[in-house]
Each structure stands twice: as C-alpha cells, then as structure tokens.
C-alpha cells in the first residue's frame, strides 16, 4: 500500500466514517479486507 499524504488520509476518513456507522455488520459478515478492495476496484 502506498502511503498516503495527511489530507488523503483525511479524505478517505471522510469517506468511510458513515460507512462504519451504517455498514457495521455488512463490514463484519463480508470481512474487512474483501469490503475495501472491493471499494477501490
């Protein structure tokens, strides 16, 4: 993984907050790791 700079990193915690909120259990019956690549593709 490449590094990211502070404002993607920001940007990117933009992103994602809700979905950890909201998408909490889809985030757990499906793993983590499959759920982000699956974002990026």
């Not at 909490?24 to 759920?35: E, I, R, S, T």
Request: glycine share 8%; hydrophobic share 45%; no cysteine.
């Amino acid at each position: 993984m490449k590094n990211l700079s502070k404002k993607e990193v920001l940007f990117i915690g933009v992103q994602w907050h809700p979905e950890f909120l909201l998408g909490h259990k889809q985030l757990a019956d499906q793993g983590l790791f499959d759920y982000f690549v699956k974002s990026f593709k």
